[in-house]
């Protein structure tokens, strides 16, 4: 894309910004073909400042969207394309993830609260024993979401409890709440000086705050939480223009698309099938998968999220220093081809769909002489397959609709043996598209769509076809029996990870239960 030629017909540019757990990207596409033509990475540091706490500097996450920006920029001078074909930026974003901050000053109240932290346990734990019955679900008739550490109500209502700061910014009516979506189109459109505090409705709908049929914040729910409603940012469509880039070359540029990452995957793959909210009986979630205008419907989802699927890679190489890259895992694996009778569940931060045990720890078993560190490695992908292979069943029962293949995206689809893997054990296709970013696509997709832009069409007649890698299962009837064969111990290794725990709580830990039998 470098001859200057090819400058005059690229057409109009749309922009993403991608700001997940590990690290935040920038990335531009050509909207009239989806070409991804120049990005930026920058890695986020997290902090652990006690054992399950999790967190993340929001200064340094906008940072990094700020460095994105101005590198790609560069790149793309560097390229001969003009950045001021870029019409649109869209934000997609880490869910959950709980913020607050100063509206007169425009600084951070405490660190981001990451999605996966664990110190709301015991509030989780007090909210339940309060309902009827101690059920989780007591809320899921309005939210669509288990009563869970995961949600941002939970991390909301720490912060009201346990730091002083936010509690006076409150009670001074100078606190503003977000996920990361809200705190980075504010700070973008304006910050302290006029910037637009808004949320989308599929991040909204992950707070356990908002109610997923009248698409609004519900009293009834701020109520339960003890959450005062005027600090929550105004919910919008997940495409329109929300305001305008203050500063930086990008300045005078729309920000008008907003989706939390999985939505915006959903949007990237082009899954555009309407859908009405479906309450799971199966451990799965009900969630907005998107809303594409004003004036738009809501469309819905059944989710089924995993706390640790890709930082399994990661903690094989930083904790245990087994491997040295995530390309290093797939050889290693590769060399043995099988576990050799090792299990893994990698429930570091408890087990998530469709257990929702907060309390569960990993466990690693099956071990003998024999077994090395390739064993180990190939126990790690098994378990990514595994827990989307339990994700899938409970699809399957709550939807009725037995599926056919499985789209995939996301930094582990590199894997081939993983990608292979996965098909064997669910015994359908797994399709991989040729260009991985599909979340960053979709991001630029709804704000290139928003009304008052509209560079990009998703009218399926002018969509264009994604080319796909598709990996379909080698097996036999006799292998698809033995990939069945070896799931039931990985199930009962998942069991004996939560009767552990219950164990230990039984003998003194905090949030303790009372013990139940072995599994």
């Known amino acids: 894309m470098a001859a200057s030629s090819n400058r005059i017909t690229l057409g109009p540019l749309v922009a ?8 935040t990207r920038f990335l531009v596409f050509n909207s009239k073909t989806a070409e991804l033509l120049s990005h930026h990475q920058v890695e986020i540091r997290q902090s652990f400042p006690k054992e399950g706490w999790v967190e993340e500097d929001p200064r340094e996450i906008l940072q990094s969207v700020y460095e994105c920006m101005e590198r790609t920029c560069e790149k793309l001078t560097q390229l001969n394309i003009d950045i001021s074909n870029i019409k649109a930026i869209g934000v ?13 000053t425009g600084e951070p109240l405490y660190n981001a609260i990451v999605w996966l932290d664990l110190r709301t346990q015991s509030t989780v734990e007090r909210l339940i024993s309060k309902t009827p019955g101690r059920n989780k679900n007591h809320l899921k008739h309005k939210t669509g979401l288990p009563i869970s550490t995961y949600f941002s109500a939970v991390k909301l209502r720490w912060l009201l409890d346990n730091v002083p700061e936010v509690r006076e910014a409150v009670e001074s009516n ?13 700070c973008l459109t304006g910050g302290a000086c006029g910037g637009v505090h808004c949320t989308d409705v599929t991040n909204a709908s992950r707070t356990m705050l908002f109610n997923i049929h009248t698409l609004n914040w519900d009293p009834e729910l701020c109520r339960y939480f003890g959450v005062p409603m005027e600090i929550l940012p105004r919910v919008r469509s997940s495409s329109e223009i929300y305001g305008l880039m203050k500063s930086g070359a990008l300045s ?6 907003c989706l939390g990452d999985q939505s915006a995957a959903l949007v990237g793959q082009m899954c555009f099938q309407d859908g009405q909210p479906v309450m799971s009986d199966h451990g799965l979630l009900t969630t907005v998968a998107y809303k594409l205008g004003r004036d738009k419907p809501a469309c819905y989802a059944l989710e089924g999220s995993v706390a640790i699927a890709g930082a399994v890679v990661r903690w094989l190489q930083d904790n245990l220093g087994i491997i040295g890259s995530s390309e290093e895992l797939e050889q290693c694996a590769a060399s043995v081809g099988t576990s050799y009778g090792c299990y893994f569940v990698p429930a570091f931060s408890g087990l998530y769909a469709p257990y929702w045990e907060p309390s569960a720890r990993g466990i690693i078993c099956g071990l003998t002489q024999f077994t090395n560190k390739n064993h180990v490695a190939f126990a790690a992908l098994e378990a990514v397959c595994f827990q989307t292979r339990e994700i899938l069943d409970a699809m399957n029962q ?4 037995p599926l056919s293949q499985l789209q995939v995206d996301g930094g582990m689809t590199s894997n081939r043996l993983l990608m292979q893997l996965q098909a064997d054990i669910l015994c359908i296709p797994v399709v991989k598209p040729s260009m991985p970013e599909t979340t960053a696509l979709g991001a630029a997709m709804a704000a ?5 832009v509209s560079v990009w069409s998703l009218r399926s007649e002018d969509l264009n076809e994604a080319t796909c890698d598709k990996f379909e299962p080698q097996i036999n009837p006799e292998g698809e029996q033995t990939h069945r064969t070896l799931h039931t111990p990985y199930t009962h290794c998942v069991k004996v990870c939560v009767w552990m725990c219950v164990q230990r709580a039984s003998s003194g830990t905090p949030a303790g239960r009372k013990p139940s039998r072995s599994p």
């Open 252 to 257: 005078g540029i729309p920000i008008s698309g």
């Open 448 to 452: 290139g769509a928003a009304e008052g």
């Open 92 to 104: 997609t974003n880490q869910r959950e993830t709980t913020l607050v901050w100063d509206r007169r």
């Open 174 to 186: 100078r606190a503003l709440f977000g996920t990361v979506d809200s705190w980075l189109i504010w």
């Open 398 to 401: 709550d939807s009725g609709i």
């Open 16 to 23: 993403a910004i991608d700001q997940g757990t590990s690290s």
